[in-house]
């Protein structure tokens, strides 16, 4: 459509139905306009885990990332105000998947954590491998990524 292509940024919740969400993610990628999906909540989330394309940004809690996996819910890990290792392997498992390129990830009391493909002043953060906590801390505390069209 002429005027989505035309958007700088379009941000979806899962409010809208299944079907919607996954023509905004399809002509998203199309238009090579950036899609930002908010879960809203957990039973609402799973409406946005199989998008037809990875969206751009996704803005889940605890729970609602759980949901997006097909994981049952579970009690956000504690220690202290590090992020525990758990959290960022489920984030590395959210960024396998295929879920999305950038994962805002709230952690209440803990603040946020935001997954890139490519942390800005570090080497690529490969998922796959052990996290180092001071690099994914980096994720965080770093500068946020432009929105830029793909």
């Not at 989505?4 to 940024?9: A, D, I, M, T």
């Not at 950038?102 to 209440?108: E, F, M, P, R, V």
């Amino acid at each position: 459509t002429p005027s989505f292509s035309r958007s700088v940024l379009a941000i979806c919740d899962a409010n809208l139905p299944a079907a919607t969400l996954e023509r905004l993610a399809r002509l998203g990628a199309e238009a090579r306009v950036p899609v930002w999906f908010e879960p809203v909540s957990v039973a609402k989330a799973v409406k946005g885990a199989r998008p037809p394309h990875p969206w751009h940004l996704i803005s889940p809690n605890w729970d609602e990332l759980l949901a997006l996996l097909g994981r049952p819910p579970e009690a956000l890990p504690e220690s202290g105000m590090e992020i525990p290792l758990q959290v960022l392997r489920t984030l590395a498992a959210a960024r396998e998947a295929g879920l999305a390129e950038y994962i805002l990830l709230t952690l209440g009391p803990l603040g946020a954590l935001l997954a890139v493909p490519q942390l800005p002043t570090s080497p690529t953060l490969n998922c796959t491998q052990t996290f180092d906590m001071p690099n994914a801390l980096q994720c965080a505390a770093g500068d946020i990524p432009p929105l830029e069209p793909r």
